[in-house]
């Protein structure tokens, strides 16, 4: 009989209720299963696919009642927008061929926006006026880049290796793990180029920023052949957006495919608190009181959520600081209806990049050319500044700097609601990152496995970036433990 079915049966009849009134919560007997895969977002669910696929018992523990992690198609919101993974790109090969498997329908075109125009020091400046512009205190060709584009401008120019994963090895390690201002000053980066990057930077201080975190992203749209080009006008996101793929219907029909293709494996709220491991195997024990037993464990969990784990025997060493120091930033996000055409007012594009409190406005062309949606998305520190702001005060607030920065919004944006990756309980962040000093520190033995645990989830991705990391990682944890089975 299907145990949980048969604990939903008890559960109807009151048995296991009343049972449940007199045992302490750890009585109830534990589960046995091959594989616990604690996570079920991307990286999870694919690794516990391809275990499945391999003829494992898999079971999937998802602390939250929704499946997906960081892939979240919003269904509160008008729009159903999307709060994390969109962009499929064309050398995503896991991604499409789990899509073309499950029946998951993609049609081209993903995140695509009007231009950015340019906001600095309380001027709304037009990209085509930004070469020769007076605020534009750039030095030679740097001039001809917008501030939005610097930063990758830079690193696509410079990155110093002929593979993708040059950024990982001992030498990249040894020499490139400084701080994105040094290594942007290494390459001959003016000062005011450098001023402009931080100032769009969610996170502000490039001081605190590893260059080998970004330079691990644009290793991979380097070598893509005919990916995404290196424009001087364009942020990543707009160069990838024709070029890509996006799931009709929402990113999160294929996470929901991917677990109802595990027939009844992913069990929701079950957070959990405990993995206990032997020489034998290894208990997972959740805060409901519910445990699983099994021969070998993937964790999925970002580090922001793993450390507050108790794992036994202990992590140590550089994978136990990762574990505990991993610094996360959030994306904060305003999601705005278009109830007039602004641009058509000022004559200026839809979209804004600025270097006030809200990062940047990105006013949204739908595939059939409607504008009649727009998102303010702020990160880092900035978006830690609107965290700390009530939500419906929040919106208000954005529509308030959008106006002041730009004042033909005035009137013609209204908020639909707003979310905050930061303040999510379960994922308390959006995007991992490091600390110069802390790649060495950390990826030598971060995703290395300890005991009866394997390590999945975009922050110990290699080759890949975006959706793609996540299922490079679940499957290089499911092929470990299958070599070790």
């Known amino acids: 009989m299907n145990r949980e079915l048969s604990r939903r049966t008890l559960l109807a009849t009151g048995m296991l209720a009343a049972a449940a009134a007199y045992l302490p919560r750890m009585a109830f007997a534990a589960e046995k299963t091959d594989v616990v895969v604690i996570g079920a977002g991307l990286a999870g669910l694919n690794a516990a696919l ?4 391999n003829g494992c018992r898999v079971t999937v523990l998802e602390a939250g009642r929704r499946i997906g992690g960081r892939v979240f198609t919003s269904t509160e919101i008008e729009g159903s927008p999307e709060h994390g993974a969109s962009q499929i ?19 081209q075109g993903s995140n695509i ?37 610097l930063g990758s401008y830079y690193l696509a120019k410079t990155y110093p290796w002929n593979t993708m994963d040059g950024w990982a090895s001992p030498e990249a390690l040894a020499n490139y793990d400084v701080s994105e ?8 980066a003016s000062s005011a180029a450098i001023d402009l990057v931080a100032r769009g930077y969610g996170d502000g201080d490039l001081d605190a920023i590893s260059a080998l975190t970004l330079m691990q992203e644009m290793g991979r749209a380097k070598f893509e052949g005919k990916g995404v080009p290196t424009s001087a006008k364009q942020d990543r996101f707009q160069q990838a957006s024709f070029l890509s793929y996006r ?35 290894a208990t997972v024990t959740c805060g409901d009181g519910s445990s699983y037993k099994a021969d070998y464990v993937i964790s999925a969990l970002p580090f922001t959520a793993l450390r507050k784990v108790a794992v036994t025997p202990a992590l140590t060493g550089g994978q136990a600081d990762a574990v505990k120091l991993m610094p996360y930033s959030g994306q904060n996000q305003v999601w705005l209806r278009v109830k007039a055409p602004y641009w058509e007012q000022d004559g200026i594009e839809g979209s804004m990049w600025t270097d006030g409190p809200v990062s940047m406005l990105r006013q949204s062309i739908a595939p059939d050319g409607s504008r009649d949606s727009a998102v303010a998305i702020t990160s880092g520190v900035k978006g830690d500044a609107l965290d700390r702001i009530p939500a419906k005060e929040r919106g208000e607030y954005v529509l308030s700097e959008l106006a002041r920065m730009r004042p033909s919004t005035k009137g013609k944006l209204e908020v639909l609601g707003v979310f905050s990756w930061k303040l999510d309980p379960l994922i308390h962040g959006c995007r991992h990152g490091y600390h110069p000093g802390q790649m060495k520190a950390f990826r030598p033995t971060m995703a290395q496995p300890h005991a009866r645990m394997h390590f999945a989830g975009e922050h110990t991705r290699l080759m890949e970036v975006g959706m793609e990391s996540a299922m490079e990682t679940g499957e290089r944890a499911a092929l470990e433990i299958l070599d070790r089975i």
């Open 113 to 149: 926006y009007d231009n950015y125009a340019i906001s600095l020091d309380g001027q709304l400046i037009r990209p085509g006026q930004w070469e020769n512009h007076p605020l534009n205190k750039t030095v030679g060709a740097e001039r001809g880049v917008v501030p939005f584009a």
């Open 50 to 53: 391809l275990l499945a696929e």
């Open 89 to 107: 790109g064309r050398s995503y090969a896991r991604v499409l061929d789990r899509c073309e498997a499950l029946g998951v329908k993609l049609a």
């Open 181 to 188: 201002a040094d290594y942007l000053r290494r390459v001959g």
């Open 247 to 281: 799931i009709l219907g929402g990113s999160s029909r294929l996470t929901d495919a991917m677990a109802d293709a595990l027939k009844g494996a992913v069990l929701t709220g079950k957070q959990v608190t405990a993995i206990d491991m032997t020489e034998t195997g």
